[in-house]
Nanobody, 125 residues
Framework: QVELVESGGGSVQAGGSLTLSCAVSDDIQSNNYMGWFRQYPGKEREGVAAISTGVGTTVYTDSVKGRFTITQDNAKNTISLQMNSLKPDDTAMYYC??????????????????WGQGTQVTVSS
């Protein structure tokens, strides 16, 4: 059982930045992908960014490309999501996830096995 604990959420004005962190209880490479998802009230979770823990390749949903960056720190067993130029539409609950999956499933919530409890991000205009 892998435990994930997110931190770093909060409130920020539009144009600001936040960094989310996810602490992993196991070797970060025990799962071939880790990702960040967000969920709006009444909506399903959507993939924001994912990283291949073995080779470090990344993928982003179109709406965050150029603004968000996902990274991993193998020594600390953490992944992070640096979020810049935040917009009110980025307001959501953000979740960290881990799992083993194929290349085309990287931003699909159903492909992930382990989830954190979530951290709220609120961006005001």
């Amino acid at each position: 059982q892998v435990e994930l604990v997110e931190s770093g959420g909060g409130s920020v004005q539009a144009g600001g930045s936040l960094t989310l962190s996810c602490a992993v209880s196991d070797d970060i490479q025990s799962n071939n992908y880790m990702g960040w998802f967000r969920q709006y009230p009444g909506k399903e979770r959507e993939g924001v960014a994912a990283i291949s823990t073995g080779v470090g390749t990344t993928v982003y949903t179109d709406s965050v490309k150029g603004r968000f960056t996902i990274t991993q720190d193998n020594a600390k067993n953490t992944i992070s999501l640096q979020m810049n130029s935040l917009k009110p539409d980025d307001t959501a609950m953000y979740y960290c996830a881990a799992g083993n999956m194929g290349y085309f499933s990287r931003l699909r919530a159903s492909a992930y096995t382990y989830w954190g409890q979530g951290t709220q991000v609120t961006v005001s205009s």
